[in-house]
């Protein structure tokens, strides 16, 4: 035996991912077709066009619409500088000349009065003439009615109208070309291209040009392929010997040359079931950050991360070749001065080459190895 460091590694299974991901949505309204995709796996930019869609019948309705709203402002226009001003003075004009033939109508009155004072025309002609007045007014009293119905409540009427159609026209055409701007998708950071699959009628497969996505529906993601992590799930049975701040070594299983550092960043809240694998099993997902980068390095790649998990400075090793097992207890034989005897001790910690015992072993004892 002897007293030296001990270093246990416990391995788990894990994915490489990017702390940044954005997804990639439509947000058309109603199904729109994809026409234009940048090519999957490109770095590109924050505001580079990512995708496009087919805008053709976007644009019919824009055109349509821009003619709709030049009508529109063409009619209030004409009510306002116009037709309303035209019709307040004819109307006023009308109004004006019954006032005057009133005004005159009342002075013939007069005369007739006193002209059939003096016997000089007869009582019927002044008769005449009072029912003339009386029309004469009754007429103006309408117009003035009329003038004051138009000026409170048609005129404003139309007013309201028109400028409410001019409103909805500029509302509808604001919205069709607020559509037609979500037809280019810009990146909205920095990232590489992924395609997400999606049910393209009985294929669930990665998004294409053509296909046709729903508003909201996510089919592309932008990983920041500068700040990955390593997602690890740790079985629950190994939860008590993973803490943060541990070392960890990160091994791609695509490139198991290229064993980078890290270290143990946080575990997850709860236990959970992995697809996959049976049901009872529970694992806790745990975050591996990265103390180094690699060039070729992807988000989604497979990994064994290995953790150290164990880490003493001064421990009683046994070969754990020497090490055998009786009814769950460790035993090794030990070397005397003559011979050697079976010794039973507990053993703590252990890796592929080194047992630790707790007790029942001293250093500087001999083992017997097979």
């Known amino acids: 035996m002897i007293r030296g460091p001990l270093s246990v590694w416990t391995s788990f299974d894990g994915t490489l991912e990017s702390r940044s991901l954005e997804s990639i949505a439509s947000r058309v309204q109603g199904r729109a077709t994809i026409v234009d995709l ?20 976007l644009a019919a309705d824009a055109v349509r619409l821009e003619n709709e709203l030049a009508r529109a ?7 306002e500088n116009a037709e309303i001003p035209l019709a307040q003075r004819d109307l006023a004009a009308e109004i004006a000349d019954f006032r005057r033939q009133v005004e005159n109508e009342q002075a013939t009155l007069v005369e007739s009065q006193e002209l059939t004072a003096h016997k000089l025309i007869p009582e019927r002609e002044v008769e005449q003439g009072r029912r003339r007045l009386d029309a004469l007014r009754a007429r103006l009293d309408q117009l003035e009615q009329r003038q004051t119905l138009q000026d409170k409540h048609a005129h404003p009427a139309k007013l309201a109208r028109a400028r409410a159609d001019v409103s909805a026209a500029r ?4 919205q069709v070309r607020l ?4 037809c280019v998708l810009r990146a909205p950071v920095d ?40 997602q690890v799930y740790v079985p629950e049975s190994d939860l008590a010997r993973v803490q943060p ?79 055998r097992w009786d009814n769950g207890a460790a035993v090794c034989r030990v070397r005397k001065m003559a011979g050697s005897e079976l010794r039973r001790f507990t053993a703590g910690a252990g890796n592929a080459q080194w047992l630790e015992a707790l007790d029942g072993l001293r250093p500087g004892e001999r083992v017997v190895l097979p």
């Open 38 to 57: 940048a090519a999957e796996g490109l770095a590109v930019r924050r505001g580079e066009v990512v995708a496009r869609f087919d805008d053709s019948s």
């Open 73 to 79: 402002d063409a009619d209030l226009d004409a009510l």
């Open 171 to 174: 509302v509808q055409l604001a």
């Open 179 to 182: 559509q037609l701007t979500n």
């Open 191 to 230: 990232g590489l291209v992924v395609y997400l699959p999606i049910y393209a009628g009985t294929e669930y497969r990665p998004i294409r040009v053509g296909d046709a996505v729903y508003p909201n529906q996510p089919f592309m993601a932008l990983p920041d392929p500068s700040n990955l992590v390593a």
């Open 245 to 323: 701040g541990q070392r960890a070594r990160i091994l791609p299983l695509a490139f198991p040359d290229n064993v980078l550092n890290g270290t143990v960043e946080n575990l997850g809240p709860a236990a959970q079931a992995r697809p996959g694998y049976p049901a009872w099993q529970r694992y806790v997902r745990a975050t591996v950050r990265l103390d180094e980068g690699g060039l070729r390095l992807r988000p989604g790649m497979s990994l064994r991360v290995d953790v150290l998990t164990v880490q003493r400075d001064a421990a009683v090793l046994v070969p754990r070749a020497a090490v």
